[in-house]
């Protein structure tokens, strides 16, 4: 089962493409290591106060991928740096 998980995030204090992007990079790297995930930025890279992350989840069963979707999700909601729109699931 693989369960992709799309989301909009907002941030706030970065002033520079730059700023962001080691913001980015910091959670994601974190997330993917912590979850043995696929995780990126998909859209919104030219903006400096928003991005889309996208991520995969495979596993054995439907609800062991929902679960960790959404104990990424929690871990993702808890940096303060962001603040999480739009989340879109899909279960493959």
């Known amino acids: ?9 907002f941030l706030q204090t970065p002033q520079t493409l730059k700023e962001k992007r080691a913001i980015i990079k ?4 974190r997330a993917g290591q912590k979850f043995n995930i696929s995780i990126a930025e998909i859209g919104f890279q030219d903006k400096w106060q928003r991005s889309l992350i996208g991520f995969a989840v495979v596993s054995e069963s439907c609800n062991q991928a929902e679960k ?7 871990f993702l909601d808890s940096f303060p740096e962001w603040e999480r729109g739009k989340t879109t699931m899909e279960s493959l």
């Open 1 to 9: 089962m693989i369960r992709y998980i799309e989301s909009e995030w």
């Open 26 to 29: 910091r959670i994601l790297t």
């Open 68 to 74: 960790v979707a959404g104990t990424v999700l929690a």
